[in-house]
């Protein structure tokens, strides 16, 4: 995705059973449905050779082209699977009459973080928060920093509920500027911090993440939030901070990383007492942890007695009104 912000694509839209033909590989994509528009392209996920993979539309044929460069590159030095996804082809395809440059990769099965945690409960903010950090972490270590960590750059796989980065267009190496960014989530913009790809930067990032997902700030706010200085903005997010969230204890935690220049282990091991009550030792989420349904009592004896009882005494009081009447 995007830095700052852009007008999305006016890349033509497909319809499910639409077929594209590459001119280069002789590959045919069917489209199966949309998965996401951005300013660079549009996204869909399409059947090939009997396998599912994402399908990246754009216009720009050299942004494409580029983008596909800056995947191989960092595919070939982080040499970690499940890292960066897997890149499939290059190409050019015909849609009515024009050409579009396409980029072919792995698709992931998976949701967008803030959907799971709706369909798993506000308990999971912490664990996912604490699985993303590890994932970046891994990153970090290959000499790159991720720079744009928001919502719809992490996808949670549906069978084993492990995050994956998804859009590595801002990836960048650690000590060069950010290559893209998101207000929202760029210590920069909130006056904490510069604008250079470091370990701090995306532990900023990974805070703020916290922070929308645990007490996300209104879009309003975030729109009146625009025409303010950094310094404005660094003074709404102290009171942000020091307000009681639903989760208060996930908000004293991120008061450090939020400054701007901690470390993401910072962030890592400060979550790890939060969650040792309800993880286990690989990771896992425990059982106790999850959400309990209420088991409903069965109705016995001594329920069935108190029942007749007050429908006795009901009738005798009726009664007596009734006589009372006469």
Not at 13 to 38: M, N, P
Not at 306 to 312: D, G, K
Request: with cysteine; hydrophobic share 40%; net charge neutral.
């Amino acid at each position: 995705m995007s830095s700052n912000i852009r007008a999305e694509t006016t890349s033509p839209d497909l319809t499910q059973g639409f077929t594209l033909q590459g001119r280069w590989a002789g590959k045919s994509y069917c489209v199966i449905r949309l998965l996401g528009s951005g300013a660079n392209g549009k996204v869909y996920l399409v059947w090939r050779d009997q396998i599912k993979v994402a399908l990246k539309l754009g216009e720009d044929s050299t942004a494409i082209a580029l983008e596909y460069e800056h995947l191989r590159e960092v595919a070939e030095k982080v040499k970690i699977d499940r890292i960066v996804p897997e890149l499939f082809e290059l190409e050019d395809v015909t849609i009515g009459g024009r050409t579009y440059p396409v980029l072919v990769m792995e698709w992931i099965d998976g949701i967008h973080v803030e959907e799971f945690i709706h369909q798993r409960g506000d308990i999971w903010i912490a664990v996912c928060l604490w699985k993303i950090i590890r994932l970046i972490e891994t990153l970090h270590q290959q000499g790159y920093a991720f720079c744009d960590v928001k919502p719809a750059n992490l996808l949670f796989e549906l069978h084993d509920a492990e995050p994956r980065l998804i859009d590595f267009g801002g990836v960048t190496p650690i000590g060069q500027a950010a290559r893209e960014f998101t207000e929202i989530y760029d210590r920069a913009w909130w006056g904490r911090g510069s604008r250079k790809a470091d370990i701090a930067y995306d532990t900023f990032a990974c805070a703020m993440l916290g922070l929308q997902l645990a007490h996300p700030i209104p879009k309003g706010e975030l729109e009146r939030l625009q025409k303010k200085s950094p310094i404005e903005r660094s003074a709404f997010l102290d009171q942000q901070l020091h307000t009681s969230w639903p989760q208060d204890e996930l908000r004293l935690l991120l008061r450090e990383p939020l400054r701007g220049d901690a470390k993401l282990h910072s962030l890592h091991d400060a979550l790890i007492p939060l969650l040792r009550g309800y993880l286990n030792p690989n990771g896992q989420l425990k059982n106790s942890a999850l959400p309990r349904k209420r088991s409903r009592r069965r109705f016995d004896a001594t329920d069935w007695g108190l029942l007749v009882s007050v429908i006795t005494f009901t009738l005798a009081l009726c009664a007596l009104w009734w006589i009372g009447t006469l």
